[in-house]
């Protein structure tokens, strides 16, 4: 039977109904909502559930209705990243989040981005960068977003179950034997060669590629 205080009555075509108060009218009231379900357990089960969940968002609002991803990644880099790594690698943070994590998400609350928000920005990402990059981008997101939970900022981490684009496995290019032989020719006659040359596979392939760049043109 439903006690005192649930909002959970038997209704007199055999169902049971659960009422909440999802929020206020203009004039103060509460705005009621209801379930329905054909046990007693079943709707005070889903009852909590609501519930629950209610809470949790009304507190992470609480808690962070005033700071935007930007504020707490500007704290965020100053006190957790800066006095830590290299000036190349805080340089590298810096370039990615001023160019591609502020335009997409910078002025959000940290309590409302959601997962699906993210997603977006790194479907938006992955348009026009490689994905490589994307992914770089994003564990830099996430490492933000750890630490606003580590704070209390927020209660959980939205960057969880984000689909990234696909890394492309590109195989090494490695020499053919015709290619080896004019390279081989090459190096003779400007008395440059050396034995490495004439190795097939990586070792081969590494030798020509700085020979390529530091002759500034392609040899054949």
Same mark, same amino acid.
């Given at each position: 039977?439903?006690?005192?205080?649930?909002?959970?009555?038997?209704?007199?075509?055999?169902?049971?109904?659960?009422?909440?108060?999802?929020?206020?009218?203009?004039?103060?009231?509460?705005?009621?909502?209801?379930?329905? =379900?054909?046990?007693?357990?079943?709707?005070?089960?889903?009852?909590?559930?609501?519930?629950?969940?209610?809470? !949790?968002?009304?507190?992470? #609002? +609480?808690?962070?209705?005033?700071?935007?991803? =930007?504020?707490?990644? /500007?704290? #965020?880099?100053? +006190?957790?990243?800066?006095?830590?790594?290299?000036?190349?690698?805080?340089?590298?943070?810096? !370039?990615?989040?001023?160019?591609?994590?502020?335009?997409?998400?910078?002025?959000?609350?940290?309590?409302?981005?959601?997962?699906?928000?993210?997603?977006?920005?790194?479907?938006?990402?992955?348009?026009?960068?490689?994905?490589?990059?994307? =992914?770089?981008?994003?564990?830099?997101?996430?490492?933000?977003?750890?630490?606003?939970?580590?704070?209390?900022?927020?209660?959980?981490?939205?960057?969880?179950?984000?689909?990234?684009?696909?890394?492309?496995?590109?195989?090494?290019?490695?020499?053919?034997?015709? /290619?080896?032989?004019?390279?081989? /020719?090459?190096?003779?006659?400007?008395?440059?060669?050396?034995?490495?040359?004439?190795?097939?596979?990586?070792?081969?392939?590494?030798?020509? =590629?700085?020979?390529?760049?530091?002759?500034?043109?392609?040899?054949?």
């Amino acid at each position: 039977m439903s006690k005192k205080g649930e909002n959970i009555y038997l209704r007199k075509d055999g169902r049971w109904e659960g009422r909440y108060i999802k929020g206020r009218k203009p004039d103060g009231r509460p705005c009621f909502v209801s379930i329905y =379900g054909h046990c007693y357990a079943d709707v005070k089960k889903r009852l909590i559930l609501i519930k629950s969940r209610m809470y !949790r968002e009304e507190l992470e #609002w +609480t808690l962070c209705r005033h700071e935007s991803l =930007g504020g707490w990644t /500007e704290q #965020w880099l100053e +006190t957790n990243i800066r006095p830590y790594v290299k000036p190349g690698t805080y340089a590298g943070y810096r !370039r990615n989040i001023d160019n591609h994590i502020y335009p997409a998400l910078g002025d959000l609350p940290l309590s409302r981005i959601t997962t699906d928000r993210i997603q977006q920005a790194v479907n938006q990402w992955a348009g026009e960068m490689a994905p490589a990059t994307v =992914g770089g981008i994003y564990r830099l997101l996430k490492s933000i977003f750890t630490a606003a939970c580590a704070q209390g900022l927020i209660l959980r981490n939205p960057c969880h179950n984000i689909r990234l684009p696909k890394m492309v496995c590109r195989s090494p290019r490695v020499l053919t034997r015709k /290619e080896q032989e004019k390279l081989e /020719e090459k190096q003779k006659r400007r008395k440059k060669f050396f034995a490495p040359v004439l190795c097939p596979g990586r070792l081969s392939n590494f030798i020509f =590629g700085r020979y390529c760049r530091s002759a500034g043109k392609n040899p054949f």
